[in-house]
């Protein structure tokens, strides 16, 4: 809850690291009064919160940390107090929490309120999670490169006012600035979860103030703010000049407020001052070099001014005063200018390296001026060569020199000034802009700065902090004679000082005379007009007087003491920002102490320094300067894909813990177990669970405590000496019910590894059979053919059905050998991806909000054609309509996981041209999803309900198109297979739908998978180029996409990544000169006439005209852009400025140019291709999300109905928490969905709303949407899975608004711990009747919709029930008994929408329905208190000892090693063959270490929709179809030769883990292969580890059984001996760097 503002304490953040490893974050914001607790998930590390009070929000930090740790602070392994929370990320196996531990008020109170903190120290927490993800090397070094970043004495932040704009702030601190917060990508994970605010908002730069005095006493503060900016961060030699975000290095907005502080309800007047400093804006950079005293300074040779008109436009649009002073924008005249001068301080001398940037720096603006880009907008050049005017003149008239030129454009922009007002009455009073803040004041603006100075020298540093000083200086004079306080020196003896050095003086007007007192020896003036005298002078100061001063004037003028105190300012923030862009302090400082009687003794010391800080920033340069550009770009979250390329940036929910149970008792050989919940809990995870004895088969029925998707199963080896005790295999079953469970992972091995291991094991949807009978390895044409690896992209893909609503998960384990024992079991975990359902239900406007945009339909970005609507169907090719080339945007998206609106900072890409979509889904989640209206056709939408007959026919139609007339013998090519790939996916069908088409007409689906259909070196080369394309597109993408901050960047262009021709498309002819995709033009398949209109373009290399389908995608111009090495390494990823110089660092990378395809090489164009089918793909991933958030959603509000959509706009929610109050007598609702659920589905009537409906908050939903049972069932019973274990009282049962009679249904309720009905208690059974007529609450029709208290009953226990599961049966009389009423009387359950109505009546939801009587309901609530108990351990069976010692008992086998006589690798080295000793026991089984492959986020170039910040990814597409590999075991059987043994489905672990696993038999013989199948292409080796002086022919080394290392063969024995064999992995991909196109 929200704390008003004079009640305002400090904030407070501990986090509690507890014995067991978990972590809790304890916040108490000083905008709240309670308390919020934060638990970081030990497996995943993803944040939970759940708004629960008593559970994560607390009346205190006390109370709260008192929960946490069971009031025992003895059992915190650590505590860490905190001030704030600056910033938490989840990367592969750690959580890191970055926390500020002491702050420093550098401006207690601004005017108005709110005060500035700066870090002065901090500490990163780095959280170890359970989750066995794989990392490179080099990931985990860059992990601990992020915690080394230093943060101390740089940032700073309030926690009540923005200050990423000029003071003071139109917008609320809640919507900053993006271009001046740099931990916005930190702060992600608390926006997630409904917590933004918990999260500070972050600046670098410097923030301080000093109170000064002009009299002996207080007068006045100034404060003195410098942002830097994010867009181009970076250290000096790695950042400058320009960047593809239109931003240049080092880039710093500065302000210096002026305020008299003034007592409580009084106003405060202030004024404040903008200027910027940075870099040059344009593209250039510098070589360092060691043997040279001077870096070599050089500028783009491509077009080093793009991007100039940007930058400026940037600041026109953030300093034009028009766009600040709301009030009177109207009254303005449109042709009013704003001035941007700059103000140059680089040598400009002949011979000087700088001379360069000074003559591009003038003629950038020549370009700007003559482009007509910026009407409104007047850039003007001062050129002031600081370094020669200070040698040449000396300081002092230095100083002067650039006071005279700064006057004229100081004036002309002025300054802005208003006063803090703080009553409303004052407030009405206001002449200017009034803003309005949080706090009940308010500002009133009564002048704008408009425009804005810049200061640049070569690297804004030392020259740039000091001239900025001097002119900032005459201006701190001027707003302080604004605001009154009076700076010259002759007031404060009280006379004016005499000689030509005084102050300036006005002249009197006439009719005044000036007179000196004889006594007091004072100037007093007459006015002879009206016969009085003064003390004061008659005319007002003289504005800006000092800039006509010589320094000497000014010095002997002016009180010294504040402009001492506006230096040391100065000094700080000139070192700040000098140690954050070189690693040093400021050079050449000595000037601003020039003020100062010590100033001589500071210029002797000042030239030793000077000296080293110079041999300090080259080191740090040469040395320091990489590793602190990358601390930077993850700070920021850029170039994640570089710097982390196999973490998953959204990790999984684990939705088994804290609320998830068995839903069966687990038989255990401990008589008094827990039933098995310990073995879901995180606390108890050294637990080894020991099954009954001798048992064959262990079932566990979990429900998840919140409904997900389900994509993970990890399993903690748990087990005594005998390893063997822990299963060897299971299955796994998935539903929303505890009926009709479907299995999506059957047999699945489970290795022998060491005890406390954890395993992943990935799980994929329910596969239908249909789909796995034509397609995979099982229904190849040629089943003893193995299938080559899917290099490119995988040809089978096999989808299973996603479901967010998934709430029971069935694990059947088996052990390794049945009979022989009990199992041992340990924890486990289910992993999934949950919706945001609590901000669905919390958020009433985002609730309205929410409904009202579905309501509209909007076009969405998508490269997939919905059913019947792709404008490049076949349909539209016969009809020769033309293309649209543009995407559809849309400007507004929901963001599911907070529930939030807002516009989409996206930039618009537009994409091929035969690659549009126009809507279809209710929610269309690629990475943005936007409802549509109901009503529209979604039959097609999911691929579970596949592709519709005309959609197979359009694929058979231009399947025998491409063949020919031939085309049953037909063998296409490598390009013609990949364009019918992109056909396929266009339409919308999946491998499967694909792979029955083509069998239904006799062609085996494999002779088109393009990856058979190169050879293996031209495909190596293909991946490689591939790769590179993919990681240099992204790199383009996020650049565009910063590059919008500020304003809005529309892209115009027509030709897409890929733009890749259609089959059948040809050149438009004309004035095309190209003719690359020459030919005769079908008129059956061709979407354009060579007569069509069409755009010419202009290639960029060699120049000729080209048409739009002759020329290459933008991918081309990357591909060609960047040199040979940069495209085959990461490394060669080109950062945001291009400042550092190689082979492309002085080439500016232009994607808007275009190139033709006759000057692509054929490899890239080949790479266009590849690419785009593999955006397809993902695309298609995407798209099936989003159709199962649809039916989610469509499953618990029913948005398919078109009066939800007209209702939900005018639903009044509010006053809802005290009517649940009133509902449950103040105890808690016990059964809320999405933490409580139904055990079993329960039929609906039509037009029903859903059944999950009856579980939604009460606030929820229509008022006059009911759920209603068929009108012929009779009874009904609900089985409801509470949110806990809970002690209950009672059960509400809210009805429709009509009310109820006085018939006699019955109503029964039992209670439970378990599905097993023959355990459940009764808790009462219920007569309507009676219960009606002893009730005070009437009966009948609702008279209002907004009544206090709905309509309900109450069903109350005799005695509080602790349960989980709770039974509620309804049934009616049935027809022809006596207790029913003839004349249709209507009762609670048995009641009619509108007892009144005529004989047929719609329901709510629009279906007709007879008048018979029907079960219905509203709301079911469960009344009680939740029973909040800790996990202990329990005790080890009635005979302790016994298990003790069967558990410590060591097994009866050992492992042994024995040689091998030969071995060799095979087929593409995914095959390893060896051959065993002749005299070899029996193999029993193998070992293989966990892989140290990675597996790559990013394989393509980015969607249309893509959006770096975005926090609405629900699920990786990466997890809707896990990538996994498999072993398969073959071995050499007489007669029968190779012989299949054995196929291993093989689970994620650490790497190195050691794994064995075991034959299903003992097998003798002289020759056995292992070989690797799976996803092979997914993986790769991490690229800081390839060795490039070798060879290696196969990207997948990391994962192929490579010959190099170490194979080793053991034995085991049992009874008898036996062998166990080991396959050594070692991680070697190289990447070939000569790679020419």
Known sequence: ????????????????????????????????????????????????????????????????????????????????????????????????????????????????????????????????????????????????????????????????????????????????????????????????????????????????????????????????????????????????????????????????????????????????????RGTIPIWWGAELKLTAAEAEIYVSDGDPYRGSVQYYQRLSQRYDSRNRDVANREKQKRSALVPIVCVNLLRNGEGKSESILVQHFEESLNYIRSSGKLPYTRIHLINYDWHASVKLKGEQQTIEGIWYLLKAPTVSIGISEGDYLPSQQRIKNCKGEVIYTDYDGAFCLRSHQNGVLRFNCADSLDRTNAASFFGTLQVFMEQCRRLGISLDSDLVYGYNSSGNYTGYVAPLPPGWEKRSDAVMGKSYYIDHNTRTTTWNHPCPDKPWKRFEMTFDEFKRSTVLSPVTQLADLFLVAGDIHATLYTGSKAMHSQILSIFSDDA??????????????????????????????????????????????????????????????????????FTSSDGGASLLSFRRKDLIWVSSQTVDVVELLIYLGEPCH????????????????????????VGRYLENLNLILEGASIPQCANGTNIIIPLTGHVPPEDTAVTGAGARVHAQEASSPCMLYDFEELEGELDFLTRVVALTFYPLAPGQGPMTIGEVEILGASLPWRSFFSNEEIFARYVDFSSQPKGTKSLISKPDTGLCSSVNRVNNEPISPQLETSSSFIDLLTGDFGHSDSVSLPVSNYALHQGGDLLDFSEVIQPISVGEDHSMSSSSKGASNHHCEQYTRIFKFLAGPQWQDRRFDFVEALKLEIERLRLNLSAAERDRVLLSIGVDPASINPNSLIDDVYIRRLYKVTSTLALLGHSSMEDKINASVGFNIADEGLIDFWNVSAIGERCYGGECQVRAENGEATSELSNHSSSGPTSIFSCSICGSKVCKVCAAGTGAILLEGSSSKDVSSYNGVANQGGSARGASSDRLIDIDLTTCKACCSEVVQNALLVDYVRALISQRRSNRVADAVKKSLNDIFGLTSPNFIAGAKHETRGGAGSMLEKLTGGEESLAEFPYASFLYPVEAAAGSAPLLSLLMPLECGLAESFWRAPSSVSSVEFAIVLTDVSSVSGVVLVVSPCGYSTSDPTVQIWTGNSVDKEERLCAGKWDMKSLIESSVVPSGREKSLKDKVPTHVKFTFRNPVQCRIIWINLSLPRFGSSSLSLDRDLCLLSMDENPFAHHKRRASFGAEFEMDPSIHAKRIIVVGRTERKEIVASAQGSDPVNVRRWLERPPLRNRFKVPIEVERLIESDLVLEQFVPLASPLLAGFRLDGFSAI?????????????????????????????????????????????????????EVKPGTPMYFNFPRQI??????????????????????????????????????????????????FVQTTILLKVGVQSKLVYNRSLAF
């Open 1 to 276: 809850m929200e704390s008003s503002a004079d009640v305002l304490r400090d904030t407070s953040v501990v986090v509690i690291t507890l014995d067991s490893g978990e972590v809790y974050i304890v916040a108490s914001l000083s905008t709240r009064t309670d308390t919020q607790v934060i638990y970081i998930d030990p497996t995943t590390g993803t944040l939970r919160y759940t708004a629960r009070d008593g559970y994560d929000v607390f009346k205190s930090q006390n109370e709260a940390v008192d929960f946490i740790t069971s009031g025992s602070r003895w059992l915190c392994r650590n505590i860490v107090p905190a001030r704030a929370i600056l910033g938490y990320t989840t990367l592969g196996s750690f959580g890191v929490l970055l926390v500020a531990t002491k702050l420093v008020a550098s401006i207690p109170s601004l005017p108005g309120g709110g005060c500035v903190y700066t870090v002065s120290e901090s500490q990163w927490i780095k959280v170890s999670l359970q989750h066995p993800q794989p990392l490179s090397k080099s990931e985990s070094k860059n992990i601990q490169e992020l915690t080394e970043l230093d943060i101390d004495g740089k940032h700073y932040f309030c926690e009540t006012r923005d200050l990423t704009r000029p003071f003071p702030s139109r917008m609320s601190v809640k919507n900053p600035d993006d271009e001046f917060v740099w931990n916005k990508w930190f702060s992600l994970p608390f926006q997630k979860i409904g917590l933004p605010q918990h999260c500070v908002i972050l600046l670098q730069g410097f923030s301080e103030c000093k109170n000064f005095d002009s009299l002996g006493q207080q007068e006045g503060i100034v404060a003195v703010i410098a942002r830097r900016s994010r867009l181009h961060p970076g250290t000096r030699y790695l950042a400058r000049g320009l960047n593809s975000c239109y931003s240049t290095g080092n880039e710093v907005e500065c302000e210096q407020l002026v305020w008299v502080p003034k007592g409580s309800g009084q106003s405060v007047p202030f004024n404040t001052y903008i200027w910027r």
């Open 600 to 669: 001589g003794k500071f210029k002797q010391f000042s030239a030793a320094q000077n000296v080293k800080i110079t041999l300090q920033r080259r080191y740090k340069n040469a040395m320091v300067d990489s590793s602190r550009q990358k601390q930077l770009e993850i700070f920021l979250g850029l170039r994640l894909f570089k710097h982390f390329p196999s973490i998953l940036m959204n990790p999984l929910n684990v939705p088994s813990r804290p609320h998830g149970c068995f839903l069966k008792l687990v038989p255990s050989m």
């Open 710 to 733: 389900v994509c993970q199963l990890l399993l903690t080896i748990s087990h005594g000496a005998d390893d063997a005790t822990f299963p060897s295999k299971v299955d796994v079953r």
């Open 1495 to 1547: 597996k790559h986020r990013v394989n393509h170039l980015p969607l249309p929709d893509f959006d770096m910040w975005s926090v609405n990814t629900l699920l990786d597409v990466k997890l809707t179809i896990p990538a996994v590999l498999y072993i398969q075991v073959s071995a050499l059987q007489e007669p029968h030769g190779m012989v299949t043994v054995a196929e291993y489905r093989l689970p």
């Open 1564 to 1613: 003798q013989t002289r020759r056995i292969t292992f070989r690797l199948l799976g996803d092979i292409y997914a993986f790769s080796d991490d690229p800081t580890e390839q060795d490039d002086s070798g060879y290696r022919p196969y990207p997948w080394a990391s994962v192929s059984l490579n010959h190099a290392s170490l194979i080793l063969i053991e034995y085991c024995e």
